[in-house]
T-cell receptor, first 113, second 112 residues
């Protein structure tokens, strides 16, 4: 039973570029959430997707956008990259009903030069 | 504004000792309190979780204690082992608010 898988594992970009990160949820899960984890800090909620719609959003600018596909996989897009966007981006999947546990992938390490 | 406050920032414990990590929250709408364990280069792994209808939950060497009136919960790691050396995060979410709010993390080092 595959867990949450994310790609790529590492990515290096320069300021102003755009990036797309991908996530496949754990089998049986229908909800995907994205988090940003800066070095030495706890993960911060970006947004959550369910039934292909953004259901909740954290305190992140519109440069951060996402998408969920019919097979429940998801993408996180970040435009106009800033140095401060350097972080570990984590995807978590869960089953929507009843506020069920969220299971995380190993993340994508994004470095902005 | 951090909704979940975690302490200590780091701790060192001898092998076989007890590690205790504390968290406090303000949002009374929170009704789910998980703990995650994270190793370097890995994502957080769900360790144990509790809902406010119980005051304690134990799974193996890991125990959560929950005090609803004080709005505090804690993780106890009994018989700590070197393999337990990791960063631990407490988190919370609400019944109709599925996002997890995380504490800042506690780095636990277990000395052999």
């Amino acid at each position: 039973d595959a867990g949450v898988t994310q790609s790529p594992t590492h990515l290096i970009k320069t300021r102003g570029q755009q990036v797309t990160l991908r996530c496949s949820p754990k089998s049986g899960h229908d909800t995907v959430s994205w988090y940003q984890q800066a070095l030495g800090q706890g993960p911060q909620f970006i947004f959550q997707y369910y039934e292909e719609e953004e259901r909740q959003r954290g305190n992140f600018p519109d440069r951060f956008s996402g998408h969920q596909f019919p097979n429940y996989s998801s993408e996180l897009n970040v435009n106009a990259l800033l140095l401060g966007d350097s972080a570990l981006y984590l995807c978590a999947s869960s089953f929507r009903q009843g506020n069920q546990p969220q299971h995380f992938g190993d993340g994508t390490r994004l470095s902005i030069l | 504004q951090q909704q979940v406050k975690q302490s200590p920032q780091s701790l060192i414990v001898q092998k076989g000792g007890i590690s205790i990590i504390n968290c406090a929250y303000e949002n009374t709408a929170f009704d789910y309190f998980p703990w995650y364990q994270q190793f370097p280069g890995k994502g957080p792994a769900l360790l144990i979780a509790i809902r406010p209808d119980v005051s304690e939950k134990k799974e193996g060497r890991f125990t959560i204690s929950f005090n609803k009136s004080a709005k505090q919960f804690s993780l106890h790691i009994m018989d700590s082992q070197p393999g337990d050396s990791a960063t631990y995060f407490c988190a919370a979410s609400g019944a109709n608010d599925y996002k997890l709010s995380f504490g800042a993390g506690t780095t636990v080092t277990v000395r052999a």
